[in-house]
């Protein structure tokens, strides 16, 4: 069992009421332009002690620019950036008690595993006696698994070597936060999975904060108390996972945490907590989500395996007709025509359901059914 | 076997002239001189020989050595400031100048005057330092001194100025490319850890450069090691460098085979340093992937 670098300071890692506590990074009215550029527009952010925060969007959204922000290698056009309740807006990175995991690790490589994790220790202005780098470097270097490696230079080990390099190297000097730029991003799918589970197990044994960059809805719902979904420089969302999927506020984000069959419709009727839409082709559903949307156009989210082939009464019956039809191994994926919908819905089932896979070969017509209740409301058009 | 018969006519025609070229030209010419070296010269006349005479000549002979150990110092000294000039230079370009375009331009602005001839960039500081040079109108019309002086040129100090300026580029063209090869992520890692500017200079970017030293100081130092012009047009008295020596043994003491053998001992001395210099290379070469 390696030993624990830095004292468990968060034990109370309340998920609930976190926020109450001062921010340790605060991102207030940020913004960023390059030349006529404006990579990041007014971003508000709190992120509180302790929290694993991860920063969702595709390429582009302004993601890695905030992280960059936070690291200092990039000075903000307008607006201030604290950590640990100081104004550090116009500090150089190397003043910040912020580290970083970097995409590509950057290594130094000119010098042994070691020497690049004692790195952040050896040089005057933050030097630590000698003794005490060398435990601290062997204490790192056995929190990532990496005994025995001290001596190799970082051409000698492979990517999820040097991913662990990195993050010892970062964890080292015991930072506030810690910064990760799509830190699995370089590896095979296998050695994400088990980094994935690496990297919960070091947020929690070091119990600081971490902030991640990531474009991989999956890994930001595996690992987050917190994600922050980004779109064209705005935030779009901020919530936990479960509160991402369930209640996304926006077609984008219900797009983008999971898939949804996102669908135009009318708004024709409200009462109590339950609203009445009609399709394209004049076919009604019913959503009590409680949403309230002002009457006319709308649009409404499904999930795929909200898609039920059991009838229960009081759900939504959709009849369809299997389009096509993909074995996933553990489910069944369908894609499903609806007379005047314009685009297919995707469903997908549970290997269970769909032990009679004759029944959903394509050209059948099934009838699925939906709970009101999972029926996500948005107020205007499909983007 | 096939293949190479078929095309073995082709391949004799594509490579017969180059190397006709490289065996008349280069290795003919290497053989005769070395061969020359050890031959005797009983005036005006050279026999065909097989000694040592020349070589101790060299080695015995205060006027032959010191000419030789004054080149090896000019040329240290050359290399030295090329390198005191060159590297800040390369390192403004890459780290300071932030638009791509202007740092091309004034990287070309540093090698154009490469593409200029030899002998006018060495005539030019002829001309600047001169007692009717620039140097010295311009230190009389400022009042500094009243008279021309004659100190700047025909001196070692000179010869140091000139080759510095002709070599410089040599210099800058492998620090430029191995400085602009190393990863700025590497910068951020290290400024993320903690380290200030300077000290990233001296842990990441120095480290990372050295091949980039070595070349540069490798070139300047045999190019400055074998110059001959310089001493001849700004060099005094003193200036004499090795390749003047050597001219003279085929020209005016008409000596071809102490000339040979002096030559041949230059060319030895270049060869061990380019292959320290590919030791020392290889020793550092890094991965930077």
Redesign the interface.
Known sequence: MPRVLAPLKNKRKARGERMTSKPIVALADVTKTYGIFTALHAIDLNIAEGEFVTLLGPSGCGKTTTLRLI???EQASTGRVAIDGKDVTNS???HRP???V?Q?Y?????MSVADNIG??LS????SVPKSERTSRVSDALSMVGLEGMAHRRP?QLSGGQRQRVAMA??IV?RPRVLLLDEPLSALDVKLREGMQVELKRLHRELGITFVMVTHDQTEALALSDRIVVMNQGRIAQIGSPTDLYDNPASPYVADFIGATNLIDVETTDQDNGATTFRLGNGLHIRSNRGRSVKTGKAAIGIRPERLQTAPVEGFNALDCTVLESLFHGDRLRLELGIDGIGKPLFAELARLAASSAQDFAPGRQVTFYVDPADVLVFAGDVP | MMLTRRTFPGFAALFSFPLAWAVLLLIVPYGIMISVGFWTRQFPLFYPDFQFGNYAQIFSDPQYTTVILRTLKIALIVTVCALMLGYPLAYFLVFTVRSAALRNGLYMLVIVPLWVSYLLRTYTWKIILGTDGALNSLLVSTGIVDAPLDIFLYNQTAMVITLVYIFVPFMVMPLFTVLDNIPKRLIEASEDLGVGPFMTFWKVIFPLSLGGVIAGATMTFCLSFGDFVAPVLVGGPDGTMVANLLQTQFGAALNWPLGSALATLVLVLVLVLLQISTRLDRAGHIDLT
């Open positions: 690291g200092g290698f150089p990175p190397f912020v580290n970083t970097f590509d950057a290594l130094f490589p000119h790195y952040g040089v005057k202005s933050n051409g190297r970062a000097r």
